[in-house]
């Protein structure tokens, strides 16, 4: 069988918040320095396709949540040439509020979506804040319309999507997480959203505290690692390192998005 055609793959960060580390591992962190947290969506495009991973908040929820919002991640794609208007296929990773906003900026996308993410976040653990409070119930709501226009695929479980593009059930972090593989120059790289939080948090053993099930996100590590050709090639959801070890694709685009089909610094 011949390799399908390799995709050039993008994070780009629309957001960003100050905080402190013990906030990113359960149990706290003993160094308590400051940690950044980063907000990314992602791009993944070759001559025959184009994938947008997750689309992000917008102006309105960073106020909310006071986080610092950069751009809106419409903006971003627009800077790669991708107009989000025209853009038909969204792979969403799970509900949470800075995954799911701005889905009005796609109004030709197919959300691409595993059951267990949407049968957890209408379900019976959402009565407990712990569980729900990363949700935004207007979301899911506006989620659960695109099912009723037929404008969702669901999965269960591991799928490819097209060649070279498959989306893989993690759990974890929520129920329905999902991890997305792509073929790339460099090989399998793999999207962990919020598989991994932080390189730290799969790196180190150290889960992240929104959590559905601790067991499930260590699993969900070795899955991901799995999946990539090489686990430097697996990328985290959040951590602003990701932004240090790749480089932009345009000196213009710097500090906005880095090529992620590319060997690590
Ligand atoms: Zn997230």
Known sequence: MTDPTPYEVFAIRYATVERKSSENFIGGD??????????????????????????GF???AALKRKREFLRSPAEGLRLLGVDAATVEHVIVTHLHYDHIGNFDL?????????????SYA?????????????YEIEEVIAMVRNVYAGRVEFYDGDAEIAPGVSVHHIGGHTQGLQAVRVWTRIGWLVLASD???YYANMGEGRPFP??????????GWRKV???????????P???PLVMKKYRAPAPDLEGIAVRLDAEPL
């Open 30 to 55: 003993a160094h308590e320095a400051g940690a950044r947290m980063d907000y990314f969506v992602w791009l993944a495009r070759n001559a025959e396709r184009t994938f947008v991973i997750d689309t």
């Open 58 to 60: 917008n102006a309105a």
């Open 106 to 118: 796609f109004p030709r996308a197919r959300f691409h979506l595993q059951d267990r993410e949407l």
């Open 122 to 134: 209408t379900g019976r653990y959402m009565s407990i804040p712990f569980f729900s409070y990363a």
């Open 195 to 197: 598989g991994s939080h």
């Open 210 to 219: 929104i959590v559905a099930s601790v067991t499930d996100m260590v699993d």
């Open 225 to 235: 690692r799995a999946l990539a050709s090489n686990e430097r090639h697996v990328v």
């Open 237 to 239: 959801g959040h951590d």
